[in-house]
């Protein structure tokens, strides 16, 4: 089982059990965390997909260290004009482990419950919807491409200057 989890406008893949360091969070050490912007849970091959985020889904974490990445030197140099720049950066990180995941209302349930409602209220309806699927997709022939051969000629005769002429020798 794993979710999609936004976490300090970043999106995070998380599994129960694993560590991930996000960007710093206000917490402090050993406290627990809820994360309810959840994006996407997969549970036994089975993918819910919020819109944008699922509803009562949740996903609980425990703060483990704050702590600063490694230093990255960004230079910036123009050569022959004496302009040289040396900057360095080091981002700060919160390590959290991923106690669960929990997921309480799928969805999917209420995507397909709201299909069976519009099938039980105008069956006949959704039966013209497949029909005009299938006509639309039998009736689309693939669009053939002109020969690109033909277009370059054309470019390139018209580039092509006219023939120079050999200079004549002195006498």
Do not use: C, W
């Amino acid at each position: 089982m794993y979710a999609i989890v936004e976490i300090a406008g970043q999106q995070f893949k998380v599994e129960a059990g694993k560590k991930i360091f996000v960007h710093r969070l206000e917490a402090e050490e050993g406290k627990k965390i809820d994360f309810d912007q959840v994006l996407l849970i997969e549970e036994d091959g089975n993918i819910t997909i919020g819109e944008p985020t699922i509803k009562d889904a949740h996903v609980e974490g425990l703060v483990l260290d704050h702590m600063r990445g490694d230093k990255v030197i960004v230079f910036k140099k123009k050569r022959k004009k004496g302009y040289r720049i040396k900057n360095g950066h080091r981002q700060n990180f919160t390590q959290v482990e991923i106690i669960s995941i929990n997921g309480k209302g799928s969805l999917k349930k209420a995507v397909t419950k709201k299909a069976e409602v519009k099938a039980e209220e105008n069956p006949a309806a959704e039966e013209t919807v497949k029909v005009k699927k299938t006509a639309a997709k039998k009736t689309a022939e693939p669009k053939t491409k002109a020969p690109a051969k033909k277009a370059t000629e054309k470019k390139t005769a018209e580039k092509k200057p006219a023939a120079k002429k050999a200079p004549k020798a002195k006498k």
